[in-house]
């Protein structure tokens, strides 16, 4: 007697596994990924102090893999996606890297081996579970932050990142809610995750912090005008309120772009006492004993016409410690308008800045791809042991995106920059970036 197999098992099997196979086409139809490469030069001449090093060379190839998920169908839907990066050395003597790794420090570019070398090659993965709901949405791995009081670097060969839990919620028709803790961070040298500080807490070995607990939210009035409030609290360290409004208004010829910035930042746990500044929980600054004590005014005002855009910005800051932000020494970003190419951010207790800056675009002239930017800061009052000093910064940057789809997504740029300062630590240097950059869809 023969026995007949029968379908009955594999076609209940296929009809448990359906609704998941269905909520699953989401997930896989709406994602995408692109390959960005990243082709960056360095150097950087520092034209005053005799400390190692006077100049910094740095040559290296980046690749970004980025990977992002749609989701699963359904009332709650769940995703996940992915962003590996490798970067490669391909230029970089010890005496133009200079970092030795008893400093805990890479180089402009690469980390830094045991015997102050750039390493040959540096790579990381990271991995983001989301879930959403509605229009809310969480997050939970690695994280790109692009916020009033935390903002990811990325101007050079592999962008910082942060772990933590990010949710940001639009269920409330002209109104982004975002909130949620940051934990540990990887700086745009290196391949680690490590914990938070802020200039003043001693370096590279000195004390952190695994909490950054933020909230905050945007709205748009109108189509024209947003207003925002932001706050952010590393544990320990500080504690900064944001305002902000961005208002857009036509002109009879032109358009004239208003945006105003105001940060109060206080102390945190451990910086409000004696005690823990003595730990080494401290802010950079002078007469402040370490503790946190800034607050930040600035309006920056720019009008544009045809190809042109021309910008007027202040800012000053109050209080006797510099402008505390997430800042590890290894390269870290602001929300200030006085962040620029150089670094030195113009945030020291008491500085006031004029900014002034170019910028064009040929299209208007029939070179669509082609801009320039031509930007001037000056910076005085800043508090000091010698008295009030100053600095200023001058950047010029020149940007082609090539044109047809044959090269879609490649684009070359030259950025040169000079910084001089009296501030004893503030080095005078002269800079030069060449980048280029090649963005290539997957699927």
């Given at each position: 007697m023969s026995c007949k197999r029968s379908s009955f098992a594999p076609g209940l099997i296929a009809l448990?596994?359906?609704?998941?196979?269905?909520?699953?086409?989401?997930?896989?139809?709406?994602?995408?990924?692109?390959?960005?490469?990243?082709?960056?030069?360095?150097?950087?001449?520092?034209?005053?102090?005799?400390?190692?090093?006077?100049?910094?060379?740095?040559?290296?190839?980046g690749f970004l893999f980025d990977f992002t998920s749609g989701y699963t169908e359904g009332a709650v839907g769940v995703g996940v996606d992915a962003l590996g990066m490798l970067g490669i050395r391909l230029d970089s003597g010890k005496g133009t890297h200079y970092n030795p790794q008893s400093t805990n420090r890479g180089g402009l570019v690469f980390p830094s081996d045991s015997d102050g070398r750039a390493v040959d090659e540096f790579s990381t993965l990271g991995v983001t579970g989301k879930l959403r709901v509605a229009k809310t949405e969480?997050?939970?791995?690695?994280?790109?932050?692009?916020?009033?009081?935390?903002?990811?670097?990325?101007?050079?060969?592999?962008?910082?990142?942060?772990?933590?839990?990010?949710?940001?919620?639009?269920?409330?028709?002209?109104?982004?809610?975002?909130?949620?803790?940051?934990?540990?961070?990887k700086s745009r040298n290196s391949s680690n995750n490590e914990g938070m500080a802020i200039a003043g807490a001693g370096g590279p070995f000195g004390k952190r912090s695994n909490a950054f607990n933020f909230f905050g939210v945007d709205y748009a009035v109108s189509r024209d005008l947003t207003l925002q409030y932001y706050y952010g609290e590393l544990e320990d360290f500080y504690r900064q309120h944001f305002v902000g409004l961005v208002h857009q208004l036509a002109l009879p010829v032109g358009s004239l772009k208003t945006d105003l910035r105001y940060f109060d930042s206080g102390p945190s746990g451990r910086n409000g006492s004696v005690a823990g500044r003595a730990e080494g929980y401290r802010s950079a600054g002078f007469g402040n004993n370490g503790k946190v004590d800034n607050q930040a005014f600035a309006g920056l005002f720019t009008y544009s016409l045809g190809g042109h855009g021309f910008s007027l910005g202040y800012q000053q800051l109050e209080g006797d410690s510099d402008f505390p932000f997430v800042n590890q020494g290894d390269g870290s970003a602001t929300y200030l308008i006085t962040d620029r190419q150089t670094g030195a951010r113009f945030q020291k207790a008491g500085e006031r800045t004029w900014v002034a800056q170019h910028t064009y675009n040929f299209a208007a002239v029939g070179i669509p791809g082609l801009t320039t930017l031509l930007a001037y800061q000056r910076g005085d009052n800043?508090?000091?042991?010698?008295?009030?000093?100053?600095?200023?910064?001058?950047?010029?940057?020149?940007?082609?995106?090539?044109?047809?789809?044959?090269?879609?997504g490649l684009s070359f740029s030259w950025r040169n920059a000079s910084l001089r300062s009296t501030y004893a630590n503030q080095r005078d240097l002269d800079e030069n970036r060449l980048y280029i950059t090649y963005s290539l869809p997957l699927f």
């Open positions: 448990a596994l359906a609704p998941l196979t269905s909520q699953a086409a989401g997930l896989i139809e709406d994602s995408h990924a692109r390959l960005e490469m990243r082709n960056i030069y360095f150097n950087q001449d520092n034209r005053s102090g005799s400390a190692n090093p006077s100049k910094q060379e740095e040559w290296g190839q969480a997050r939970l791995g690695t994280l790109r932050p692009k916020m009033p009081v935390l903002t990811l670097n990325d101007g050079r060969l592999l962008p910082e990142t942060f772990e933590g839990l990010q949710i940001t919620s639009r269920d409330l028709d002209s109104f982004t809610f975002t909130g949620g803790q940051i934990q540990r961070v800043i508090k000091s042991a010698q008295g009030d000093q100053h600095e200023w910064e001058r950047d010029f940057w020149v940007t082609y995106a090539v044109q047809g789809e044959m090269f879609k």
